[in-house]
């Protein structure tokens, strides 16, 4: 099946440097997107991209829907403590699959 | 407040034992889905249902069943349980043909 490969793993940062995290796939995805889990909830989305190359802002969050279809980054920008959690991207196969493919995350850590 | 309710919050069980955990959805979405998570796994989905009426295996589906009660309601079901089914589920609903998934808080179920 579809994998998404996403990396860090886990960053541990200062409060208030910026922050990069990417995923990767050998499949092409019609939509990927970026969620937030914080500790003890499910996750909640942050940014949808829907088209190849799209540039999508969130307040601090930037994310970018790769040229190829099978990649995808997030920045944050000046992080602040509550920014922990982990992050997710997820992709969508599209054609009439709702599905989600899920990388495994990007722990955050951000010292004060 | 709308959005996905999941119950129970937190459940031990001993080895054999069955349970049901419940979802419920007041968003009038379509599609439903059960996710597990467990650690460095990410999100593997277990089973969803398309439509009321509907059911389909996704990735991980062994030691558990579904049932689409109606269209707010998608429970699963673990007949005899077993340590590797500790984890935490997540339901989560989408409406069609929106992509933007909305997760409940989790169950967090451990079996002993």
């Known amino acids: 099946g579809q994998q998404l490969n996403q990396s860090p793993q886990s960053m541990f940062i200062q409060e208030g440097e910026d922050v990069s995290m990417n995923c990767t796939s050998s499949s092409i995805f019609n939509t990927w997107l970026w969620y937030k889990q914080d500790p003890g909830e499910g996750p909640v989305l942050l940014i949808a991209?829907?088209?190849?190359?799209e540039l999508t802002s969130n307040g601090r969050l930037t994310a970018q829907f790769g040229i190829t279809r099978k990649d995808s980054f997030l920045n944050i920008s000046a992080s602040i403590p509550s920014d922990v959690g982990i992050y997710f991207c997820?992709?969508?196969?599209?054609?009439?699959?709702?599905?989600?493919?899920f990388g495994k995350g990007t722990k955050l850590t951000v010292n004060p | 407040n709308a959005g996905v309710t999941q119950t129970p919050k937190f459940q031990v069980l001993k080895t054999g034992q069955s349970m049901t955990l419940q979802c419920a959805q007041d968003?009038?979405?379509?599609?439903m889905y059960w996710y597990r998570q467990d650690p460095g796994m990410g999100l593997r989905l277990i089973y969803y249902s398309a439509s009321e009426g509907t059911t389909d295996k996704g990735e991980v589906p062994n030691g558990y069943n579904v049932s689409r009660l109606n269209k707010r309601e998608f429970s699963l079901r673990l007949e005899s349980a077993a340590p590797s089914q500790t984890s935490v589920y997540f339901c989560a609903s989408i409406p069609w043909p929106n992509y933007g998934y909305t997760f409940g808080s989790g169950t967090r179920l451990t079996v002993v």
């Open positions: 991209l829907y088209k190849a190359g």
């Open positions: 968003m009038n979405h379509n599609s």
């Open positions: 997820a992709g969508q196969l599209g054609g009439g699959s709702e599905k989600l493919v």
